[in-house]
């Protein structure tokens, strides 16, 4: 079975700075997906970036970014140029890749709360 | 489209109850998943549906049933509640198995066993 963990239960930032999430993941697979969602008090899990194993390239969308090294099974998230509107549970996610029984199942890791100060 | 909806979005239980919670999605997706939130573990898959009229068991199905008898809908059961599930429950859908296809979550039920 698959494990993620997220060693930073918390983290802040301030305002315009820039923040890692760190989240390591355990698996015997060589293909899969991982995934950071953003978590807001609402509590809606929105879809931050997606990243597949079998791509070398770093996974970006705007302002989000990671850094994926499968060897050492890390996947963290930078976040640049904070906002206030970053502040919110992140988690870092496995997916296993299609086929097999794993029907799309995601595997989450335990959460990371950001604080960003003005 | 109004994506995925949970009902209720709150509820409290007293030990030994039972109650239902329902997922609707009108996204016409193949797959659908009930997931429990607490705090420290992330979210945690209780059952799984890959199709109308199938069910499997997730990481943590002890103490819930599920059913999917429509396509659109996925039954989250309790028949007997305990405090261990108090929890946030989360449903989500995801139209197949392209890497691609995104899993959409629901807003979420916040369920409290005294």
């Known amino acids: 079975a698959q494990t993620v963990t997220q060693s930073q239960p918390e983290m802040s930032v301030q305002e315009a700075e820039t923040v890692t999430l760190s989240c390591t993941y355990d698996t015997s697979e060589s293909d899969y997906y991982l995934f950071w969602y953003k978590q807001p008090p609402s509590r809606q899990m929105i879809l931050v970036i997606r990243?597949?194993?079998?791509?070398?390239q770093n996974a970006t969308e705007n302002r989000f970014s990671v850094n994926f090294q499968k060897a050492a099974k890390s996947f963290s998230l930078k976040i640049s140029d904070s906002q206030l509107g970053d502040a919110a549970m992140y988690f870092c996610a496995y997916r296993s890749a299609p086929g097999g029984t794993s029907y799309g199942k995601l595997t989450f890791g335990q959460g990371t709360i950001l604080t960003v100060h003005p | 489209n109004a994506g995925v909806t949970q009902t209720p979005k709150f509820r409290v239980l007293k030990t030994g109850q039972s109650m239902t919670l329902l997922c609707a999605q009108d996204?016409?997706?193949?797959?659908m998943y009930w997931y429990r939130q607490d705090p420290g573990m992330g979210l945690r898959l209780i059952h799984y549906?890959?199709?109308?009229?199938?069910?499997a068991k997730g990481e943590v199905p002890d103490g819930y049933n599920v059913s999917r008898l429509k396509k659109q809908n996925f039954l989250l059961g309790l028949e007997s509640a305990a405090p261990s599930q108090t929890s946030v429950y989360f449903c989500?859908?995801?139209?197949?198995?392209?890497?691609?296809?995104?899993?959409?979550f629901g807003p979420g039920t916040r369920l409290t066993v005294l």
């Open positions: 989500a859908s995801r139209r197949g198995t392209s890497v691609l296809n995104e899993q959409f």
């Open positions: 996204m016409n997706h193949e797959y």
């Open positions: 990243q597949e194993a079998y791509k070398q």
């Open positions: 549906s890959v199709g109308e009229g199938t069910t």
